[in-house]
């Protein structure tokens, strides 16, 4: 029996693999999920003996979802009773919201209907562009502090910059300032030596789903993608930019970095502290305590409207992607899409298509060179049915952009963490900013004009005669998009 084991070892180990992987499309079938990713799945546990497992165990199962996640929704509920009438806007703030948005009335109604999206109108907001932006408005208002600051990132790190936030953070914890820290296990990397620091001045810190081996991970499924920060209540950030040297541009930097932040002083503040509060919830596993001063009364002298959209596994729907498709959908003038990672899904193609082809001006900017090559490729593979829709596409060549940005008809923007792709609307938690503003929308607008100056126009003919090795490349890695 040993001898056969022996002589057969890489057969019988072929047979298991294949009855896993029945076991698996069995179960991949069940649950009903689109298509193209139970294709996906299958294709790959079938032509790829244990490989195909990995990928599967890694990415495609969601067991932890339904176990985890489930508790997160409760503590969300919980959260909500708790907070009470401070998320709340008075309904008769809502008939003065400025006439140039009547007809974008849909998009506010969308996300209006759910307790965790109310359209907020007294906020003054500060379109930040790059990280050397963000980071000085943002080390200034942390030192500023007088009550606490929250923090939950998806990367930080403890290098140049991200050394200087924490070494702020520090410092307020121990003057008495209550500090919470929470950061993606997958994403950060703080060393042991910064962890000891941080604990021995009082910061709070907990790591979001934390893994064995972070750094073989990769891009493991239910990340904490968003970007927060609030101090005092009353000022808060929210954009694409994460802590670490590679989003700050400066003489040691070699590539270019190009980014885009934003920074909200008023009610809107309220709505990141409840995403905050319930992440908290969550990774400290503790009954949070749900002080008033989480939630102070500001005047921000301003009248800017904002709705903070949020989406992951634990909500019931798409939040983000569900807004940016009916604010598409809603366009009459133009579109500007900024986004570094393209593999949208079918209803995003067609409502890009449908606009462009009913006189709406579509024009997309992304990376020439991606840091995915997987990414790049797949998102090439979309550009030609885009195009043959008469949307223009760009790409940015004087580095890597960044940003995640849509701003339509000189009334509505978006500045948030979504990117255009299936792991942000379906997988991992994200969260935007909304802003009905005609003001801001035409800062937003002119920061993507001036983008294009170093972008170059993809010539369509030309296009169409790329290589066949180029085609079969996107081809291929167009295959895996629905796993990305």
């Known amino acids: 029996m040993i001898a056969f084991v022996k002589d057969n070892v890489w057969w019988i180990l072929l047979v298991l693999n294949y009855l896993l992987a029945v076991s698996a499309v069995i179960t991949i079938l069940l649950k009903n999920i689109n298509p193209s990713k139970t294709v996906a799945y299958i294709m790959v546990l079938v032509f790829f003996p244990f490989f195909g497992l990995i990928v599967y165990y890694l990415f495609g199962q969601e067991y932890r979802k339904s176990k985890i996640f489930n508790r997160k929704d409760i503590a969300n509920t919980n959260i909500i009773k708790s907070v009470g009438d401070n998320l709340r806007v008075e309904e008769k703030k809502f008939d003065h919201i400025d006439i140039d948005l009547d007809d974008k009335i849909k998009l506010i109604k969308l996300l209006k209907a759910s307790d965790k999206s109310p359209l907020t109108l007294d906020n003054s907001v500060d379109i930040l562009k790059n990280g050397e932006v963000k980071f000085e408005r943002l080390f200034e208002d942390l030192k500023q502090a007088k009550q606490y600051i929250h923090l939950e990132y998806y990367i930080i790190k403890d290098d140049a910059i991200g050394t200087e936030l924490l070494d702020i953070i520090s410092e307020k914890a121990k003057a008495g300032i209550e500090v919470k820290l929470s950061y993606d296990d997958v994403g950060s990397k703080l060393s042991s030596t910064m962890k000891h620091q941080l604990n021995e001045c009082g910061v709070e810190h ?191 060549c004087k580095g890597f952009i960044h940003a995640k940005t849509m701003v339509v008809d000189d009334v509505f923007s978006t500045i948030g963490t979504c990117n255009l792709d299936n792991r942000s609307f379906n997988i991992n938690f994200e969260i935007n900013a909304l802003i009905y503003n005609k003001k801001q929308s035409e800062i937003l607008k002119n920061h993507f004009l001036e983008d294009l100056k170093d972008s170059e126009c993809i010539d369509f003919e030309s296009w169409k005669n790329r290589s066949k090795f180029s085609k079969l490349k996107e081809s291929f890695a167009r295959l895996w998009s629905p796993l990305l």
Do not use: C
């Open 206 to 396: 907990f790591p979001f789903m934390p893994v064995a081996f972070s750094s073989l991970t990769g891009k493991s499924n239910y990340r904490n993608h968003r970007k927060i920060a609030i101090i005092d209540g009353t000022i808060g950030y929210i954009g694409g930019i994460n802590v670490s040297d590679n989003y700050v541009n400066n003489s040691n930097k070699s590539k270019y970095w190009r980014d885009t932040h934003l920074r909200i002083y008023g009610e809107a503040v309220k709505v990141l502290q409840f995403h905050f509060l319930t992440t908290w919830e969550f990774v400290s596993d503790t009954k949070l305590d749900i002080k008033k001063i989480y939630f102070p009364e500001v005047d921000s002298n301003s009248n800017v409207a904002v709705q903070i959209a949020a989406s992951g596994p634990d909500t019931d729907w798409a939040n983000i992607m569900e807004a940016i498709l009916t604010a598409i959908n809603n366009a009459e003038d133009y579109i500007y899409l900024t986004t570094p990672y393209f593999i949208p899904n079918p209803q995003i193609i067609s409502a890009l298509q449908i606009a462009s082809k009913v006189g709406v001006d579509v024009k997309l900017l992304i990376p020439k060179n991606s840091d995915s090559w997987v990414a790049e490729n797949a998102t090439n593979s979309y550009l030609d049915t885009l195009m043959e829709a008469g949307i223009e596409v760009y790409r940015y």
